[in-house]
């Protein structure tokens, strides 16, 4: 049974950093490609950034590029998002999600149930 859990959300400064972390089970993350993406009060749901199976390159949404640094670790089966300077704009609920074998961003074939994460002064 395929289970994503993500944790580390919380309360977040702009200009500070929070990292957020996804364990995955019951599948090996070293074989698909993963990624983030959120979901603002009111708003549908905007990819944040994805990381390739091999973990040789990684993609990221122009809104968070330069700020945002997502990683793995397959031997702990585990994903993770470093937010530094995240910004109010950015308050949202984070989903990671495995990304099916269509070489396609944005198509998950399974996800989390997300951890929120507020950005505020």
């Known amino acids: 049974q395929v289970q994503l859990v993500e944790s580390g959300g919380g309360l977040a400064q702009p200009g500070g950093s929070l990292r957020l972390s996804c364990a995955a089970s019951?599948?090996?993350?070293?074989?698909?490609?993963m990624s983030w993406a959120r979901q603002a009060p009111g708003k549908g749901l905007e990819w944040v950034s994805g990381?390739?199976?091999?973990?040789?390159?990684?993609v990221y949404a122009r809104s968070v590029k330069g700020r945002f640094t997502i990683s793995r670790d397959n031997a702990k089966n585990t994903l993770y998002l470093q937010m530094s300077s995240p910004k109010p704009k950015g308050t949202a609920l984070y989903y990671c999600?495995?990304?099916?074998?269509?070489?396609?961003?944005?198509?998950?074939?399974?996800w989390g149930q997300g951890t929120q994460v507020t950005v505020s002064s």
């Open positions: 990381i390739y199976s091999d973990g040789s390159d990684a």
């Open positions: 019951g599948f090996t993350i070293s074989s698909y490609a």
């Open positions: 999600a495995r990304e099916s074998h269509s070489g396609v961003w944005e198509e998950y074939d399974d």
